[in-house]
């Protein structure tokens, strides 16, 4: 089987998320193509998706270290260490983007890499100039949004995050994280709706059922609070059942006790570890 063909059975695959064929197909062929990158790209891709971490960290190192050329394949690799702190990643990241500054994803690449490493102003020229490429890419609006609230504009980041949504109103995530941005910025209403959203989209994310509980009865929507509450039991761990009991708890305890625990402890906690999650 030629390269070309390889690659295109793969993304195939990939596009239909059949992220365990992707893998074994790479396998069943990696050692035809053992000193080309993409596949090895590729191969961490599919592996990173199915929660292979560690396996997924060896390909991406293996792709890099057969210098690739291709600026998709050498920013998507770099980013896929960044997820282990990997310092070589800022030097994948930034290559890509500075070798094909055209390119959308290399840009978003590396200022994602940027606004978690603490690095503002850089991060928002890289993620501006993603967004000048590709306007109407969510992700990039997404990131942009993500950039201005680690550094502290929560104003602006919850602008930028709703374009993102706009783009892409399905995106249960960004719409959980524009709600976390929303409160933080003290727009409490428009706050709580996209929480709701975004929790219900995100059927099995504990989290986000139990801040729009608490957010909904903060509000003074005591029936919509318990149901989230119900929907974060339903799904929740044997280690989450402590933080829903204290959620009820609180819940129980009236408007001023949920809205405590909401400003106080769950929105600053849980938009701190959403903002920090790479792309």
Known sequence: MELE??????????????????????????????????????????????????????????????????????????????????????????????????????????????????????????????????????????????????????????????EAVSLDPEDGWSRVVFGLALLEAQRMDEGVGELVAGARMREEDVDAQLAAALATAATGRDGLAYEMLERARIRAADADLVLVTAVEDRLDGGHEAAAAMLMEDFVPDLLRSRLSERP
């Open 5 to 162: 063909d390889l690659l295109e059975r793969a993304l195939t695959l990939a596009d239909e998320e059949e992220w365990e064929s992707v893998v074994d197909f790479l396998q069943d062929h990696i050692e035809d193509f053992e000193k080309e990158p993409a596949i090895h790209c590729w191969l961490g891709v599919a592996q990173r998706e199915l929660g292979m971490e560690g396996a997924a960290f060896d390909s991406f190192k293996r792709t890099l270290s057969l210098t690739p050329a291709d600026p998709y394949v050498l920013a998507t690799a770099g980013n896929g260490i960044a997820a282990f702190d990997d310092p070589d990643a800022e030097t994948a990241l930034r290559t890509a983007a500075l070798t094909a500054p055209q390119i959308a994803v290399t840009r978003l690449l590396y200022g994602a890499y940027l606004s978690r490493e603490g690095f503002a102003e850089e991060s928002l020229k890289e993620l501006t100039a993603a967004r000048e490429i590709d306007p109407d890419d969510p992700q990039i609006a997404y990131e942009l949004g993500v950039a201005h609230a680690l550094a502290g504009d929560y104003d602006r980041a919850t602008d930028v995050m709703a």
